[in-house]
């Protein structure tokens, strides 16, 4: 650790649980390495991780918190809205981001105020429009949008392309340009700034606008999974890539791992005491991140193709997805009444980072999102993929195409703001069972992803250790930041 706490680093992330958990782990790993951390967000998202925040305060790289006022009732949201993933439609995604723009003032009266002042701030995707404050302070500004550099690089190139523009509708299948191996999407497969829809056009120029203001992206991965990605991204878009990851990496205690994120207390020792009774690398987890929701068939379609699978399994099951009381009864009747030790529901909050870490699981069912997909690198995990929204067809494509470490269950369509089967039920029982089986019983093939994807996990490690890419990418992020502070300091001076 070097001292370098004459510079400070502001944090904005994002709001919602997927952009919070990483940036979290990110303002933890940059005071390790000696600078000061300041983190605004809202009470109620440091409410959600307050066990980590109390842990920080005592650690001996404290990070600051400063609370900011976010307007949900003044702008029509209920109230305790403060993040996406309490949005239940699309109209309500346009109303959260112009309240999160109403931060402004809170954000810049709060700058002024530090100590020492700002040396830079990293800003979670949304939060685009802050590059403005940065040039007020004349310091520079970082975007972190949570996404892997194959993605930005995909995303880079629509831009650059607009492939997605020449499509007749957002269901029809179009060769993503500019990847040296053929990948056809659809438009309604990507993040939300391409489906070219009016509502959302003033949030998708004003991240576009801060993309190309940036003085580089902090990207959550590491170059050794990239395949040359980061390079590419780099070269393409002429802003500076740090690959500073696998970030969840950072949590080795069991406190860390399980408090991440923590929503509601979870009865860790059944969960621990359940995967300890399983054999080495046979369980299969199933999680579908935190926005992730299915209708009620879909729910009853993946949970029989669980069972048929005939493997013990874990799965996450989401409380908007607990409301029916058909699930609810199907649930108890399926997996729990009987006592069938061969499946553990967990309802709420998974502690993941510590049940992927554990020696028992040899498989994950995931939607995509790229916080699971690198945690699950980073164990060493194949995954079976089934993307729902956003970036999450991207990731597939990398984990299962580039890669080589996924079986893919066969999504076709995106689902609505990750809610799973609204149009009816997407993926059948037999396909679940199928890619659970090729997963965990693959053959030659299933072998030789379960070595790839082992060989990931360790080099997924080495990046983060002292000497790895992603800590020397890291202690290179802080040196620019210095030197910009350093030539700032002597253009005030003459
Ligand atoms: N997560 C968790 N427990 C859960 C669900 C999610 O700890 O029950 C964590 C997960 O480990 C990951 C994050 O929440 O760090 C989800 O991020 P991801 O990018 O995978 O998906 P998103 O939620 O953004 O769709």
């Known amino acids: 650790t070097s001292n370098h706490q004459n510079l400070h680093f502001v944090l904005l992330p994002w709001l919602a649980p997927g ?71 699309t109209a309500m995604i346009t109303t959260f981001y112009n309240a999160s723009k109403l931060l402004r003032e809170q954000i810049v009266h709060h700058l002024h105020k530090l100590k020492p002042a700002p040396s830079c701030i990293i800003a979670g995707m949304c939060f685009a429009w802050t590059y403005v404050i940065a040039r007020e302070f004349g310091v520079p500004w970082f975007l972190f949008h949570g996404f892997s550099c194959f993605s930005l690089f995909c995303l880079h190139n629509l831009h650059l392309y607009k492939s997605h523009e020449t499509v007749s509708s957002p269901t029809e299948p179009f060769v993503l340009p500019g990847l040296p191996h053929r990948f056809e999407i659809t438009r309604e497969q990507l993040p939300m700034h391409f489906h ?22 902090i990207v959550n991965s590491f170059d050794e999974l990239e395949l040359g990605y980061s390079e590419r991204l780099e070269a393409a878009t002429m802003k500076k890539v740090w690959t500073v990851g696998p970030v969840s990496l950072y949590n080795k205690g069991r406190s860390d791992m399980v408090e991440r994120g923590n929503q509601s207390m979870f009865d860790e020792m059944r969960c621990l005491n359940w995967l300890d009774s399983k054999k080495p690398e046979s369980v299969v987890y199933v999680s579908f991140g935190s926005m992730g929701r299915f209708t009620p068939a879909q729910m009853m379609e993946l949970g029989s193709g669980l069972l048929a699978s005939n493997r013990p399994f874990i799965w996450v099951v989401r409380e908007g997805e607990r409301s029916s009381e058909e699930v609810e009864d199907w649930l108890l009747e399926k997996f729990e009444k009987n006592g069938d030790s061969r499946c553990l529901l967990i309802r709420g909050w998974a502690p993941q980072v510590m049940i992927m870490a554990h020696p028992a699981v040899g498989g994950f069912v995931t939607h995509c999102g790229w916080n699971s997909t690198l945690e699950a690198v980073s164990s060493g995990l194949p995954m079976v993929t089934w993307p729902l929204f956003s970036e999450q067809f991207l990731n597939e494509n990398l984990v299962v195409d580039v890669l080589g470490i996924g079986v893919a269950v066969g999504v076709r369509t ?81």
Not at 200 to 216: F, K
Request: glycine fraction near 10%; hydrophobic fraction near 35%; proline fraction near 5%.
């Open 19 to 89: 952009h919070m958990i990483p940036m979290i782990d990110i303002a933890r790993l940059l005071a390790e390495h000696g600078v000061t951390v300041t983190v605004l967000t809202t009470p109620a998202n440091a409410s959600r991780i307050q066990p980590t925040i109390d842990r920080i305060s005592h650690s001996t790289h404290p990070i600051q918190f400063i609370p900011l006022h976010f307007p949900t009732t003044e702008v029509g949201l209920p109230e305790g809205c403060e993040n996406m993933d309490s949005i239940t439609s």
């Open 196 to 217: 070219l829809l009016p509502q959302y056009q003033e949030m998708c120029d004003e991240v576009r606008e801060g993309e190309l203001a940036m003085d580089g992206e």
């Open 414 to 494: 995106a689902t609505k703001w990750g809610r799973g089967g609204e149009d009816g039920v997407l993926v059948g029982r037999e396909d679940v069972a199928k890619a659970v089986e090729r997963l965990m019983d693959g053959g030659e093939e299933g072998e030789e992803r379960k070595r790839r994807a082992k060989e990931l996990g360790e080099k997924a490690k080495k990046a983060m250790e002292k000497g790895g890419s992603s800590y020397s990418n890291m202690t290179n992020l802080i040196q620019y930041v210095a030197e910009y502070a350093a030539k700032s300091t002597v253009e005030h001076m003459t």
